[in-house]
């Protein structure tokens, strides 16, 4: 299992690199998809395959549709060229160097717990990871899963209209 883990590693850090360096934005999103893919293998190590299915089903499936559909409809043939102010290189090694710290702090400074409530590890393997989250769903996160479905529908609603009007 180790050795899985290090080449999901490898493959999710190298496509995900290959992402923000690539001028393609269509090759960028294929490494983008296999970056997805490398996440839902660590979702299968982590013995919780509903999430891996989910990872690729909505990640890799729809969002990247639409992410390439959007590529197409824009036509972005490849970026020409990137100017640059002193202020937004400044900005961006500010920010890489506060989440480069926050990755040291929780790793120097994370603490393994265990888990707290009803489910614990050997329940989880009994009834399955599928059934503890509809349970967590439907129960106690019923309101904020009805209100993502309700702007998702919003969403896809805008959407249609606003490709209605261009077209």
């Not at 290090?6 to 999103?29: E, G, H, R, W």
């Not at 839902?40 to 891996?52: K, P, V």
């Not at 990640?59 to 197409?72: E, R, W």
């Not at 990755?103 to 050997?122: D, E, L, M």
Request: proline fraction near 2%; glycine fraction near 4%.
């Amino acid at each position: 299992m180790e050795i899985l883990f290090y080449v999901f590693s490898f493959i999710a850090i190298f496509s995900a690199l290959m992402v923000v360096t690539m001028k393609n934005p269509l090759t960028s999103a294929l490494y983008l998809i296999l970056c997805f893919f490398a996440i839902a293998g660590f979702y299968i190590i982590l013995d919780m395959q509903f999430l891996a299915v989910m990872q690729i089903l909505v990640y890799a499936g729809a969002i990247m549709v639409l992410v390439v559909l959007v590529i197409m409809l824009l036509n972005l043939s490849s970026i020409k060229s990137f100017k640059s102010n002193l202020h937004q290189v400044f900005i961006g090694i500010l920010i890489s160097i506060i989440m480069f710290a926050e990755i040291f702090f929780y790793i120097s400074k994370g603490i393994q717990k265990k888990p707290v409530g009803i489910f614990t590890h050997a329940l989880i393997k009994k009834i399955g990871n599928t059934q503890v989250i509809g349970e967590f769903l439907f129960t106690k996160y019923i309101f904020p899963f009805e209100i993502a479905s309700i702007l998702l529908f919003v969403a896809i609603i805008g959407a249609y209209l606003f490709a209605k009007k261009k077209f």
